[in-house]
Every structure is written in C-alpha cells, then in structure tokens.
C-alpha cells in the first residue's frame, strides 16, 4: 500500500462528478482532452499536486479544553494520573454532556476547517466523550450534521466504550452499550438519520479489558461497523492479537504492541494507525513503525485531535513520525493518505490520484513534495489550494515562496 509514483509535468482531469477522468504528463493529457471545454484550469506551474490527506484517527467533538492540563503533564504527572484526578476523559465528558447540540456543532465545524485548511480532505471523527446514550447520540447526529454541511468527508465512529463511566462498572458500562446503544444506534442508522461507519473500544489497563473489548466490537461488527479501535497503548493488552482475530480493520495506537502482535496484524492486514502526538504530548516512547512496516503492517497516521493532543495538521503528523518513528517521508505521505484511507475502509476510491478516485487534491507552492514534511508548522504559509471532489474548498492567496 506505499507505492509513491512522481510525474513530472503533470495533469489531472476532474469531470463533473468529482471523480478522476485522468492523470499523466500534461501533454499526453493535452492530446487525449483536445477540444474539450474545462469549467476551470489551474495552472500549478512549479507546484506541486499531492494527494488530499487523510486524518484517520481524531476526537473533534468535544466542550471545554483542558489547557490547564498541560501543566500537569509538564510537572511530570502521567496520564492515568491527571485521570485520576478527574481530568481527562472525564472532564471533558462532563462539559460535553451539558453543552448543546449547536455549540458542539460551531465548535466542531470550526475544527474541520482548520484541518481542511492545511490539507484534510477526508478525517475520522469520533464520539466518546458522553459515556451514557443520549449525549454520544448528540455527538453522533453533530458528526452527522458536519457531514451535511460541510465539503471535508467524514468518517464517523462511535467510540461509546471511550472510557468507563463514573458510577459504573466495567460490566455494566459493557453490558448498557451492547444492550442499549448499538441497538438504538442501529436502529437510527436503518431510518437514515444516522450514518456510522466504524466501531471503537479503549482496550487499556483500567479502562475496557479484553473480553470487555470482544463483547464490543463483535456486536458492531454483526450490525456492519469497521471495527477501529485503541489498542496497546499505555499497557500491553494482546490488543493486537484480537483486532487480528476480529478481523478488525484498524488498530490504533500500538506503543506497547508486542512482536507476535505485529506479525499477527500483518498476517491479518489489519492497518496500524499511529499517533505521534500522543506519544509527544504523554513523553511515551513511539510505537515502532519500523519494525511494523519491516513486518509488512500497513501503517497509517493519524493528528489523535482532542482536547489532550490539540493537532489538527497532517503535516506536523507527518513530520513527527519521520523524526520520532524513523518513518521516511515518501511512507509518511503513504501513511497519511492511501494507508490512512485503507484504515476508513475507503481505499477504493480515496487516497491516491488515480482515474475513477475521487477528486482530492492538495495543491503547494513548492518544488518538491517533500517541503509538505520537511517544513515544520510552515504547511500555512505553503498549501495553495485544497480541492474536494474538483472543487476549490480553500484557496490560499498569501502563500510565500522559498
């Protein structure tokens, strides 16, 4: 999945239906298109065209930020301990168990914005800041309504098993998202006023063990959700070995993935979608890419946007993972699109630019492709257009030159 194709000199034909009609040198695509009328042509002399990228791991509906936490962490507390000082998940859950459906709508259709802006074309959202039924339904139906109104395109998850809610057991917090929410998610789902894709578990020491996790993700599974999951994060948990079993389409996380498990997720092609920030943010160590991608893992990248790791940019992601997980940067840009798409389930049509795939584009101001990764928080100042199914969504008059 980490085929990297450069053309020099290049076109790309967008048709009316935001898919591509064609891709190669400009002059054979000048041959092949002779006669036809264009609505519009962008001339990207000495630009670079990439891929729109894809964001397959974020938490972007959510109240409150925890800026004050940031300190703590600084202070050396780790993150089960600002958990159990009722930060975290917890506190985050409490703003957005009270905040309205149209504040967490404003709040996140701002956050989509800025991920399209340096270059998201198609991003994971999930729920899991409300623990109890009716505010993951809010969140649902707020991912539901960003995907209406917004061109950036969703993947939406229900991450309901993001934590165990306070005055519940593990059992019981199990036992009320098998026999409660995904029925009513489901049924939801059948009337068209909800539309999700993938399924998520915190498999963690504390949070969610593993037969917990099982119980979960085979329900979503049975009602035609991706499972998608955290997985190995703080604790080895053979995460790993049951997304593999599960037939899981992606793990995320993996800091402390065992070698067998490797070998399992690659046995399996079950994708490893891994976060950077979160490893910068906590001071983890960062999961081993290399060994993943030695072991034939298909290894995708995701920002972890939330209220603890606040990225909403691939570059920096992409950059990261180069610097801290050996990862080189034509595997970081296979990661954070056609890798990261495969993650989604939407490999067949995202991802890459090639004729029947949808129309995203990332457009920069620079001679190579490679300034993207290497230009650290410089994606701003470079990005020149982003397009979404053939449609400019951003344009970016004041990029600078090099």
Known sequence: MQTLAVVENGSVVIGHDGLIKAVGSAEIIESQFKGATFDNVLDASGMCVLPGLVD???HPVWAGDRVHEFAMKLAGATYMEVHEAGGGIHFTVAHTRSATQQHLLAALQS???RM???GTTLVECKSGY???????LKMLRVIHAARQSLPIEISATYCGAHAVPKGKTMEEATQDIVAVQLPKIKELMASGDLQVDNIDVFCE????????????????????LNINFHGDELHPMNSAHLGAELGALAISHLEEVTDDGI????NAKTSAVLLPTTAYILKLSPPRARDMLDAGVIVALGSDFNPNAYCCSMPMVMHLACVMMKM?????????????AYALNRSQTHGSLET???????????????HLVYQFGGHQELIRYVIIKGEIVYENEKVLTL
């Open 328 to 340: 080189s940067m034509p595997e970081a840009l296979a990661a954070s699109t056609i890798n990261a």
């Open 130 to 136: 409300g623990l109890e039924m009716d505010t993951e």
């Open 356 to 370: 029947g795939k949808q129309g995203d584009l990332v457009i920069i101001n620079a001679p190579r492709w490679e």
């Open 205 to 224: 020491k504390g949070v969610f063990d593993l037969n917990s996790t099982r119980c979960i993700l085979q329900a979503g599974k049975d009602m035609g």
């Open 111 to 113: 956050r989509l914005e």
């Open 116 to 118: 399209m802006r340096a």
């Open 263 to 266: 070998a399992a997720m690659a």
């Open 56 to 58: 397959a791991h974020t």
